[in-house]
């Protein structure tokens, strides 16, 4: 709950004006690289985010904590998150695992 996360910053994202977040990821390596010329796969993926993982994103300034995004997760959502802390802990590890977001030492 300590851990501060933070977007990585080799990914773009943007918001809509309904605050939906889209991710884009430049698919690079040389695995990548033959996936794009043989299966016409994209160069660049676009991974749109729901609107709670669109908050979440957008809380990720690397100065928040887990346990401070948790609060501002309960204070817009409600009930409709419940349970914030599970959810969001488990939300936050697959971000990480996946190099959406790293972590910075709390100060």
Same mark, same amino acid.
């Given at each position: 709950m300590d &851990?501060? +996360? %933070?977007?990585? +910053? #080799?990914?773009?994202?943007?918001a809509d004006k309904k605050g939906i977040v889209t991710v884009h990821v430049v698919? =690079?390596? &040389?695995y990548n690289w033959i996936a794009q010329k043989i299966f /016409? /796969? +994209?160069r660049i993926s676009h991974i749109a985010?729901? =609107?709670y993982g669109s908050f979440v994103w957008q809380q990720m300034d690397g100065k928040r904590n887990v346990y401070e995004i948790s609060k501002? !997760?309960?204070e817009r959502f409600g009930k409709d998150a419940e349970p %914030? !802390? #599970?959810r969001l802990v488990k939300y936050i590890q697959i971000l990480y695992q996946n190099k959406f977001i790293g972590y910075v030492k709390q100060k």
């Open positions: &851990f501060i +996360p %933070v977007c990585n +910053p #080799e990914y773009t994202w943007d698919n =690079k390596g &040389f /016409k /796969k +994209p985010l729901d =609107k501002l !997760v309960s %914030v !802390v #599970e």
